[in-house]
């Protein structure tokens, strides 16, 4: 928690316009968070982390700590319980205190969490979330034997808060259907399979359309229709360079930085230039080969079925943005890391050493990058920005309009 303090005060001074870093907003979310205003953590998509974020920043400003260092520490904690949380999955999962310590390490080594647990970003609370759901859907399908409508609503109530993290994320509900299926008397009965499914999916459904209409009344609505209509197209699916650019970013660049730094975002030929830094390239080999084997063995475990829900999730999760918004799937890559890591999580080798050198190789090439200057450079941080991306958006361009304001506003002082 204490790195994540530092880190995030750290970049906080540094990163001085948005979309710098893998596109995201970090710096409008800043100024909101400086104010004590947590809705700009933004109710549409991530209401739980304007609820949760706010709970624990509040008291901590009646305590007469700063508006910006209360939202600091309530980011961090955040995070630390999403790292004890999944933690807390590899040891049910059957691994040693040692692997687990360092596979949770790994995954926090990885260019997607490790950049997200250093700024003002909100899928810390949706790793938290993933964490909690991935813990108790198991135990509650177990339970539908004995009362379906009670294990569909707390699947349902678990789902709903998926969704109100991250809508997407409510895509791990796929756990808790794939370990239903282990559940034979309950997929013989039509009744209960059918409340089993319909119950969670209509709990889901209101927390995707609530914060919205709640936030804009009835053109809460539209809301989400305008949003896809902006970024979505099903042509992503059958351009090539952006399934290069998107399969390069999902499978390579979220796990290790083609670079020393940050971009808005990477594209297919940043591959090349990992000839040109074997630490990186033997960071990706060392993490990337541990998670093949560790999911081929899984699907041969006993806990196939929860693997196969987990990879389920995964899959979801990147067609969907593959549709939605394909240039910026760094920004989202956390979502499917920790997807994948569980889903290897009963087929890891019983080898720390081989877990601890990959997840320390990550954090030597991955953690550094969100802190070099180049990275915070509006002029040179987005050479290829995102084609959802507006002209008025690109960082070069809101750097001018910033320091023209700001003459502005001093000339008519």
Same mark, same amino acid.
């Given at each position: 928690?204490?790195?994540?303090?530092?880190?995030?005060?750290v970049?906080?001074d540094?990163i001085?316009?948005? @979309?710098?870093?893998?596109?995201?907003?970090?710096?409008?979310?800043?100024? =909101?968070?400086?104010?004590?205003?947590?809705?700009?953590?933004?109710?549409?998509?991530?209401?739980?982390?304007?609820?949760?974020?706010?709970?624990?920043?509040?008291?901590?400003?009646?305590?007469?700590?700063?508006?910006?260092?209360?939202?600091?520490?309530?980011?961090?904690?955040?995070?630390?319980?999403?790292?004890?949380?999944?933690?807390a999955?590899?040891?049910?999962a059957?691994?040693?205190?040692?692997?687990?310590?360092?596979?949770?390490?790994?995954?926090?080594?990885?260019?997607?969490?490790?950049?997200?647990?250093?700024?003002?970003?909100?899928?810390?609370?949706?790793?938290?979330?993933?964490?909690?759901?991935?813990?108790?859907?198991?135990?509650?399908?177990?339970?539908a034997?004995?009362?379906?409508?009670?294990s569909?609503?707390v699947?349902?109530?678990?789902?709903?808060?998926?969704?109100?993290?991250?809508?997407?994320?409510?895509?791990?509900?796929?756990?808790?259907?794939?370990?239903?299926?282990?559940?034979?008397?309950?997929?013989?009965?039509?009744?209960?399979?059918?409340?089993?499914?319909?119950?969670?999916?209509?709990?889901?459904?209101?927390a995707?359309?609530?914060?919205?209409?709640?936030?804009?009344?009835?053109?809460?609505?539209?809301?989400?229709?305008?949003?896809?209509?902006?970024?979505?197209?099903f042509?992503?699916?059958?351009?090539?360079?952006?399934?290069?650019?998107?399969?390069?970013?999902?499978?390579?660049?979220?796990?290790?930085?083609? =670079?020393?730094?940050?971009?808005?975002?990477?594209?297919?030929?940043?591959?090349?230039q990992?000839?040109a830094?074997?630490?990186?390239?033997?960071?990706?080999?060392?993490?990337?080969?541990?998670?093949?084997?560790?999911?081929?063995?899984?699907?041969?475990?006993?806990?196939?079925?929860?693997?196969?829900?987990?990879?389920?999730?995964?899959?979801?999760?990147?067609?969907?943005?593959?549709?939605?918004?394909?240039d910026?799937?760094?920004? =989202?890559?956390?979502?499917?890391?920790?997807?994948?890591?569980?889903?290897?999580?009963?087929?890891?080798?019983?080898?720390?050493?081989?877990?601890?050198?990959?997840?320390?190789?990550?954090l030597?090439? @991955?953690?550094?990058?969100?802190?070099?200057?180049?990275?915070?450079?509006?002029?040179?941080?987005?050479?290829?920005?995102?084609?959802?991306?507006?002209?008025?958006?690109?960082?070069?361009?809101?750097?001018?309009?910033?320091?023209?304001? @700001?003459?502005?506003?001093?000339?008519?002082?």
């Amino acid at each position: 928690m204490a790195v994540s303090v530092f880190r995030i005060e750290v970049s906080r001074d540094a990163i001085t316009v948005n @979309n710098c870093v893998l596109g995201a907003d970090t710096v409008s979310i800043w100024r =909101y968070l400086e104010e004590g205003n947590f809705l700009g953590l933004r109710v549409h998509k991530h209401a739980l982390a304007v609820v949760l974020i706010a709970l624990l920043a509040q008291p901590l400003i009646w305590l007469g700590i700063s508006q910006a260092l209360a939202a600091t520490l309530a980011l961090s904690l955040v995070q630390a319980c999403a790292a004890v949380l999944a933690f807390a999955y590899f040891r049910r999962a059957g691994n040693t205190k040692a692997v687990s310590a360092g596979l949770t390490l790994l995954v926090l080594s990885t260019l997607g969490v490790a950049t997200h647990f250093g700024m003002a970003e909100s899928y810390g609370v949706t790793l938290l979330a993933i964490c909690i759901a991935c813990l108790l859907l198991p135990v509650v399908a177990e339970k539908a034997r004995q009362d379906a409508l009670v294990s569909a609503s707390v699947a349902g109530a678990i789902g709903a808060g998926l969704a109100l993290a991250n809508a997407p994320a409510a895509a791990f509900l796929l756990v808790y259907f794939a370990c239903l299926l282990k559940q034979g008397e309950v997929v013989a009965d039509l009744r209960k399979f059918a409340l089993c499914i319909l119950v969670p999916l209509a709990f889901v459904l209101l927390a995707v359309v609530a914060p919205a209409v709640a936030a804009e009344g009835d053109d809460g609505l539209v809301w989400h229709g305008d949003y896809l209509e902006r970024f979505a197209s099903f042509s992503h699916f059958i351009d090539p360079q952006v399934l290069a650019d998107f399969l390069a970013t999902s499978f390579v660049f979220s796990f290790v930085a083609p =670079y020393e730094f940050l971009r808005c975002r990477f594209i297919f030929a940043d591959l090349l230039q990992f000839g040109a830094r074997p630490l990186h390239l033997a960071a990706y080999l060392a993490m990337a080969s541990l998670l093949v084997v560790s999911l081929v063995r899984a699907v041969r475990s006993s806990e196939r079925t929860e693997t196969f829900g987990l990879l389920a999730a995964a899959s979801a999760i990147l067609l969907f943005y593959l549709y939605f918004n394909p240039d910026e799937a760094l920004l =989202y890559s956390p979502q499917w890391l920790i997807a994948l890591f569980f889903a290897s999580a009963p087929g890891v080798p019983r080898m720390a050493i081989w877990v601890w050198l990959a997840a320390v190789l990550g954090l030597l090439v @991955n953690v550094p990058t969100l802190h070099h200057e180049k990275t915070s450079d509006p002029e040179v941080c987005c050479p290829h920005p995102p084609g959802s991306m507006m002209e008025r958006e690109l960082p070069s361009v809101l750097i001018r309009e910033g320091s023209r304001h @700001n003459t502005r506003g001093g000339a008519g002082q």
